[in-house]
């Protein structure tokens, strides 16, 4: 998400050029939204046609720079469009009123939780029908055509309707310039007779944004500064833990300056994954409480001051609230504050800011560092497999390991995969996404399509569960179409396993799909699309030697069949511990 740092401002490639004086004629809202999707950084929008938005999807394939991306439905083209922004920085979905609205709708309030910027546009009635008392088609029936922009409202950070060519420009201006500033989407509805009509504030192409940098309060960065070294100087054992954060805030470099500088060791939380370098040479792992990568959790635990950068802690980034921190020995550094233990708190004190004057500040300090290498053990290795002996998920994932590279990117589905992806140690520059926030199963499926259209450079290696691919499966369809080369594992065990563990019951065995037979129908000789069934470690050896080498321009589907209670360790762990917050008894009134 680095390259996105200059989205929309003036060291955006795109300012270099002035814009062009357009011919009047051919100054509509459409080319003008077209045009500056491109200006931002968006050139593939994610799309499902409706008769309300199809004159508007007509001058986005107009744009030469913009490539429409057709998906089955409209949660794909929104979970495509969080997917794409994730490696892009922004990202872009056009849907048709309400019927489409109201599907991308979960899909929104996913990216909203994990601060990405996704303008969502919707193809809205035709102007003339405001305040009439008509009833369209595509509502519920009512002449109140506002139930859409009243459920986007709590999800978006800025909404606009645009029905009057007079102010679309701004409207539209405001609310795409708004979704950069904030990393949050936004709701933008069009109405469907208004993006052909020539109207001169849209006669030259879009002037580039020019987003001022927020600039922290000098005197309160200073006193965070002193207050923060006075602290950790004074500490025997400190620790730095980076968190989800750290993207919103664009202080990935500066994390690594401080961790550079401060000696700490330096350790992840499970949703920061991908943020924190783990070759770097004082990185222990994922901090996750009871289910740590080991090691890691013992030496946070029992540091005497820990330094959490970007954190989140929910019910499950905290085990069901179940982590052994002390609050007055802890320092939270969020996006725009600084609060320290159980004293002074400093606001409009920015991320980056803060931690490369702190890196400046701070004593070196490799205690913790040498207690971590004094009582570190490798991990120990997966067993032989006897011959056609079943295959274990562990012996998976350790092939998965070694598929990994700076060229390679993993996605990891709600569920067994969050844990088993955690383990994975990812080289320099190795991508990695999953949704822990929002945790909505199927994500997965729209995010692999969104992430590897932006993210050419990279073989996205996508983890999916049987129950969350059920949900989203279709758009296998849409990754073929675009010429993808993803590989996707998909892990048969016969149910929503990650619930199984929280609270079983017979609501989470699913029927089981023929689900290589199912991707070759929907391949149906068009495009290049591989699949493959895999029972024993010889087969998954032979399939990923194939997904690897002569199939490596093909999408690759393999269908891995596990145990139904073949998980990980920390599933076991967590879920029992998850269940347990679930199920606290009301309180005594």
């Known amino acids: 998400m680095e390259a ?23 100054g509509t809202l459409g080319r003008h939204l077209a045009r500056r999707l491109v200006e931002i950084g968006v050139k593939d929008v994610f799309s499902v046609p409706g008769d309300f938005n199809l004159t508007l999807l007509d001058h986005l394939i107009a744009e030469p720079e913009l490539n429409l991306v057709g998906c089955c439905n409209e949660l794909n083209a929104g979970y495509a469009a969080d997917g794409y922004a994730r490696s892009k920085g922004v990202g872009a979905c056009v849907v048709t009123f309400t019927v489409g609205g109201l599907s991308v709708l979960n899909a929104i309030a996913g990216a909203y939780s994990e601060n990405l910027p996704v303008i969502c546009i919707v193809g809205g009635p035709n102007s003339n029908d405001y305040g009439t008392n008509r009833i369209l088609h595509h509502t519920i029936g009512l002449p109140d055509f506002s139930q859409e922009l009243r459920c986007f409202q709590t999800i978006t950070c800025a909404q606009a309707v645009v029905n009057n060519l007079d102010d679309a420009h701004e409207l539209l201006d405001t609310a ?11 709701y933008i509805s069009i109405g469907c007779n208004l993006p052909g009509i020539p109207h001169p504030t849209f006669a030259r192409d879009p002037v580039p944004f020019f987003l001022a940098p927020k600039v922290s309060n000098q005197l309160g960065l200073e006193a965070a500064v002193e207050a923060t070294a006075n602290f950790l100087n004074k500490a025997v054992k400190p620790v730095l833990v980076g968190g989800p954060k750290l ?10 300056e401080l961790a550079d500088a401060c000696g700490y ?3 992840v939380m499970p949703s920061g994954k991908g943020l924190v370098p783990e070759h770097h040479p004082h990185f222990i792992g994922t901090y996750w409480g009871a289910v740590s990568t080991s090691f890691c959790g013992e030496i946070v635990e029992s540091a005497d001051a820990y330094v959490f950068v970007g954190s989140i802690f929910n019910d499950y980034s905290s085990v069901g609230y179940s982590l052994l921190i002390k609050k007055e020995k802890a320092i939270i550094v969020q996006p725009n504050r600084v609060t320290i233990g159980n004293g002074p708190s400093f ?3 920015f991320m980056a800011d803060f931690l490369s004057a702190l890196a400046k500040k701070l004593k070196k300090n490799t205690t913790a560092v040498e207690n971590y290498r004094r009582i570190f053990v490798p991990p120990g290795m997966p067993l032989n497999h006897g011959n056609d002996e079943p295959l274990r998920v562990n012996v998976l994932f350790k092939h998965i390991q070694d598929m990994l590279s700076k060229d390679s990117a993993v996605i990891a589905e709600t569920g067994d995969s969050w844990f088993n992806c955690q383990k ?18 199927g994500w997965s499926v729209g995010a692999t399509l969104g992430y590897a259209q932006a993210a050419k450079d990279k073989r996205v290696i996508a983890c999916i569960g049987d129950g969350s691919f059920q949900v ?3 758009d296998i369809s849409t990754m073929i179409r675009c010429g993808q080369k993803s590989i996707i594992f998909l892990i048969n065990n016969g149910g929503y396993t990650i619930e199984v563990e929280i609270h079983d019951g ?19 000789g068009e495009g290049k699309c591989w699949t493959a069934k895999v029972r024993t470690e010889d087969e998954l050896i032979d399939a990923i030697a194939a997904a690897t080498g002569e199939k490596k321009d093909s999408l690759c589907f393999i269908e891995v069949f596990a145990h139904k209670d073949d998980t990980s360790k920390e599933l076991l762990e967590w879920g029992s511990r998850v269940s347990s917050a679930n199920s606290r008894p009301p309180n005594p009134q």
């Open 472 to 474: 989203t499966a279709q």
């Open 265 to 267: 060791p330096i350790a």
């Open 4 to 26: 996105g740092n200059n989205i929309g401002s003036s060291a955006h490639p795109t300012s270099l050029h002035p814009p062009v004086r357009g011919d009047a004629s051919n």
């Open 176 to 186: 795409i310039s708004t979704a950069l500033k904030e990393s949050k989407p936004v």
């Open 506 to 524: 017979p609501y989470n065995v699913i029927k089981n799909w023929n689900y290589t037979a199912f991707v070759d129908a929907i391949h149906n």
């Open 247 to 256: 993207r919103v805030a664009n202080a990935k470099d500066a994390f690594v």
């Open 347 to 349: 606001g409009w004190v």
């Open 424 to 441: 994975l140690h990812l080289p320099e520059n190795c991508g990695y996404e999953f949704q822990m926030q929002y945790g909505s199963i």
